[in-house]
Nanobody, 120 residues
């Protein structure tokens, strides 16, 4: 069965850190570009990062550059998103998905999302 499963979300204070995980089954993450994006209530979907399958290079949205780091563990078939210096505006449901060109055209594989809440 092909699926992506996110985990690691939660409640954190401003300035805190979280690590999100995106575990794949049924396919090899290394063969795909994997994006993280987020959706907050009342806001448009926002791409956060993308990690290129071929070489592991990464790209980030300006809003998270310098604070978030995407990485991949091929042995565990898992992609991670390290989030530091979190701000209340980072509050959203975070998803991982395949993204053929790292251009925000997500699919065909999506996760179910994990909630991140940044609040004092």
């Amino acid at each position: 069965q092909v699926q992506l499963v996110e985990s690691g979300g939660g409640l954190v204070q401003p300035g805190g850190s979280l690590i999100l995980s995106c575990a794949a089954s049924g396919f090899t993450l290394e063969d795909y570009n994997i994006a993280w994006f987020r959706q907050a209530p009342g806001k448009e979907r926002e791409g956060v990062s993308c990690i290129v399958g071929r070489d592991g290079s990464t790209a980030y949205a300006e809003s998270v550059k310098g604070r978030f780091t995407a990485s991949r563990d091929n042995a565990k078939n898992t992609v991670y998103l390290q989030m530091n210096s979190l701000k209340p505006e980072d509050t959203a449901v975070y998803y991982c998905a395949t993204d053929p060109y790292c251009l925000g055209d997500y699919g065909p594989y999506w996760g179910q999302g994990t909630q991140v809440t940044v609040s004092a």
